[in-house]
């Protein structure tokens, strides 16, 4: 059987299992990306559109690592727990046609909270949004590297740890990262953390997409990202090998 | 020959340094269109040898091919020759048994695949009142049933059931050996694990029994039955449990409950039918039968040297 017909059947199974739950994240999707442009900018007195721009092309990336780091590795800790991922490895195909499968399922849900927040913040505040060409590329190498990142800890993990990690992140990423606030305005230490983290990359890159001219991102950011995209591919094709 | 397993052991670490075998120099092969039961306790290993005929784990020591080539070396097609129904319940979410018996049927046989079998499938196991409703509204029963489906839709050469008649009603699972059996007719091979003895004694063509790791007998039924030769096997209904007392000639006792079961040498039989009237008169037993003896019994005299007593 052809790899294509192999990803058709893969994700059909996949994605009918879990869609009643997918249609619901997409939705809560919506939800948090429209709250994170407006409701943030309750926080600030009287935002100017350099704040607002910064949580326009923040609230991007939050739904990405939302997906990838929160939603995903839950979900991996109950097919875990359940047995469904011994099961899937029984099956006929390659271990990488079931990881692209979910990669896509997970890719697609978050597109509707980021065309719906973006389109919000836009008619809202007009924030200076200039989308460049990157988008896509961009778009698709964060929920990669997060995608990623969530399969390579949450399959490494045992269920209870990557739950318990994914809440710190979620945490993490709203409050502590320069995602929807600049860098400079963290401490030191925690600025030399976030240019280890794959955080703050793919913050970096997302804002230089969605607002080229204002933000650029360096080459480092994206070397970053691959990186963690790597060794997040990397574990989790070697725990769905492992014998 | 389907399926040839030489000398496999496998080891896990348990807690601290601790070592825990689960297979200890398996040995056995299973023929084409042959039916071969696993039986064994809790924990005895059956599942992890399974997993092993699969390349889902490898093993420490020995050799496992199937239709002559390593598992270790082409485990992908050791996943196309094997349909497994795993012994965990395979959590459908969303999906109707329908979708997701067809969409495994595509995925193992692609443009080959026949949707007239699963309505054969369906009709057989009594399954039409399910086949459309989503797998979370489902019973574990009908869960189970589809999960069977799902690895029998387009069978590998080998098809492994895991416990496949738990949560399944006595009806259907008269339903599904049928269905089991035919599946030999075309020359597919089956592995049953199960500790159900009974069950599998109407079933399997050979059987291994697998205590702590260890194949401890393998053969037919009958073969197995005959290392507890010239026994008998007698079954009592009781009043009180309390008030029995197990006499000299019972070789070993089963208690679940209100039965009772004794093994019993062949020249005891008349004092057992003596014994057993007397209690009958004195009201403690309500009644009694002698038949010879059942894989049940070689099972638990093979897996057990203590009297066994089960509530």
């Known amino acids: 059987m052809s790899i294509l017909s192999e990803f058709k059947y893969v994700f059909q199974m996949q994605f009918l299992r879990s869609a009643g739950f997918l249609v619901f994240m997409a939705l809560i999707q919506i939800l948090i990306s429209i709250g994170i442009v407006i409701g943030f900018t309750y926080l600030i007195p009287t935002p100017d559109k350099q704040s607002i721009l910064f949580l326009a092309t923040g609230a991007p990336t939050i739904i990405l690592i939302f997906t990838g780091l929160v939603i995903l590795p839950q979900q991996v800790g109950t097919s875990k727990s359940d047995g469904y991922m011994e099961f899937m490895r029984t099956w006929p195909v390659k271990r990488s046609t079931i990881l692209g499968a979910d990669t896509s399922i997970w890719l697609l849900i978050t597109i509707p909270g980021i065309v719906v927040a973006s389109v919000v913040a836009h008619l809202m505040f007009s924030p200076g949004y200039d989308v460049s060409w990157t988008v896509v590329p961009a778009l698709l190498m964060i929920a990669l590297t997060s995608i990623g990142v969530g399969y390579g800890f949450s399959y490494l993990l045992s269920p209870t740890t990557s739950l318990a990690l994914s809440q710190v992140i979620v945490f993490g990423a709203l409050m502590f990262s320069p995602v929807n606030f600049p860098m400079d305005r963290l401490p030191e230490w925690l600025q030399a953390v976030h240019e280890i983290l794959p955080i703050y990359s793919m913050a970096e890159v997302m804002r230089a997409s969605l607002a080229a001219s204002t933000f650029d991102a360096s080459m480092g950011n994206y070397i970053n990202l691959l990186i963690w995209c790597v060794l997040g591919y990397g574990g989790a094709i070697f725990i769905l090998n492992r014998k | 020959m389907v399926l040839d397993v030489k000398n496999v052991t496998k080891n896990f670490r348990g807690k601290g340094k601790t070592n825990v075998i689960a297979n200890d120099n398996i040995t056995f092969h299973i023929n084409e269109g042959e039916i071969f039961g696993l039986l064994g306790q809790n924990g005895a290993g059956k599942t992890t040898l399974v997993n092993q005929i699969v390349g889902l784990i490898t093993p420490d020591h020995g050799e496992i091919n199937l239709l002559g080539k390593s598992v270790k070396e082409y485990p992908e097609r050791a996943r196309s020759i094997c349909s497994v129904q795993p012994q965990s319940q395979v959590p459908l979410g969303f999906l109707t048994p329908r979708q997701a018996v067809s969409i495994m049927g595509k995925m193992r046989a692609g443009k080959n695949y026949d949707p007239k079998r699963l309505d054969m499938l369906f009709e057989s196991l009594g399954m039409g009142e399910w086949a459309d409703k989503e797998g979370e509204k489902l019973s574990g029963g009908a869960r189970r049933l589809a999960a069977f489906c799902m690895a029998v839709i387009v069978p590998g050469q080998l098809v492994i059931l895991d ?118 008169n004195m009201g403690n037993v309500v009644d009694y039968s002698l038949s010879p003896t059942t894989i049940e019994d070689a099972y638990i005299e093979l897996t057990s040297n203590k009297v066994v007593v089960s509530s």
């Open chain 2, 163 to 280: 416990e496949p008649t738990n949560d399944v009603d006595p009806v259907r699972r008269r339903y599904l050996w049928e269905v089991i059996r035919n599946l030999t007719k075309v020359g597919t091979s089956v592995i049953l694990v199960t500790h159900n003895v009974l069950e599998a004694e109407k079933a399997v063509d050979r059987v291994a029994i697998v205590h702590k790791g260890k194949i401890v007998k393998q053969g037919t039924p009958s073969e197995i039955k005959s290392s507890v030769n010239n026994q008998m096997r007698m079954e009592l209904n009781v009043n009180k449990t309390e008030k029995l007392v197990v006499p000299e000639w019972a070789l070993t006792s089963h208690q679940n409950g209100m039965r009772w079961i004794f093994q019993v040498e062949s020249s005891h039989v008349s004092s057992a039918i003596e014994w057993a009237s007397g209690e009958v």
